[in-house]
């Protein structure tokens, strides 16, 4: 299994506080993703890095800022939490675009 | 821009009878197809994938997909299903040129003993 781990794995926040989810790697990976699985919508791209300090937008960015400091750390930032943003967030990882994607085990959000 | 259509959201299927997993696509230039299959309170993981080459692709436990660029289309196949086969299975494509991996909303299929 590709060496990936997403912390916390659960987590109750309230509406309005900040929340950093964090993943790691260790198979020294360029490409890192963020995405989150909601019933309906399969997975949907928030942000993803192609190397240190560098990122971009997916399809549902907003709400959501994302820092990558090192190769093997990819964090993602809730700055103010909504009900909306409740969900099971995945991180992956890719050594090139085209190639498989490696998923880490998810991260289950719950803001009320 | 691409998009990913998987038209069945569900699809119940009797052990060790076949299935078909239906998978349309949208690019304007070529594409990269994958299937990926999660199984409950899992990650994804990769079933299979189309570079290029043979529009024939295998993939792990029985499975194997054929990319049709007429019909825009990558359906998943297995000629017998078993129980341990009930996950969700997601298609995806990328494109050439493009970083980033779009997927179907997902067809979870059911197996019935």
């Known amino acids: 299994d590709a060496g990936i781990t997403q912390s916390p794995r659960h987590k109750v926040t309230e509406t309005g506080t900040p929340v950093t989810l964090r993943c790691h790697q260790t198979?020294?990976?360029?490409?890192m993703y963020w995405y989150r699985q909601d019933p309906g919508h399969g997975l949907r791209l928030i942000h993803y890095?192609?190397?240190?300090?560098?990122?971009d937008k997916g399809e549902v960015s907003d709400g959501y800022s994302v820092s990558r400091s090192k190769t093997e750390d990819f964090l993602l930032t809730l700055e103010s939490a909504t009900s909306s943003q409740t969900s099971v967030y995945f991180c992956?990882?890719?050594?090139?675009?085209?190639?498989?994607?490696?998923f880490g085990p998810g991260t289950r959000l719950t803001v009320t | 821009a691409q998009s990913v259509t998987q038209l069945d959201s569900q699809v119940p299927v009797f052990e060790e009878a076949p299935v078909e997993l239906r998978c349309n696509y949208s690019?304007?230039?070529?594409?990269?197809l994958f299937w990926y299959v999660q199984y409950p309170n899992q990650g994804l993981q990769l079933l299979l994938k189309?570079?290029?080459?043979?529009?024939l692709v295998k993939g792990i436990n029985g499975f194997e997909a054929e990319f049709n660029k007429s019909q825009t289309s990558f359906h998943l196949r297995k000629p017998s299903v078993h129980i341990s086969d009930t996950a969700e299975y997601f298609c995806?494509?990328?494109?050439?040129?493009?970083?980033?991996?779009?997927f179907g909303t997902g067809t979870r299929l059911t197996i019935i003993p």
């Open positions: 992956a990882i890719s050594e090139v675009p085209t190639a498989e994607q490696y």
């Open positions: 198979e020294n990976h360029r490409y």
């Open positions: 189309y570079l290029s080459g043979s529009t």
């Open positions: 995806a494509v990328s494109s050439f040129g493009n970083e980033k991996l779009t």
């Open positions: 690019s304007s230039v070529s594409v990269y």
């Open positions: 890095s192609y190397g240190v300090k560098d990122t």
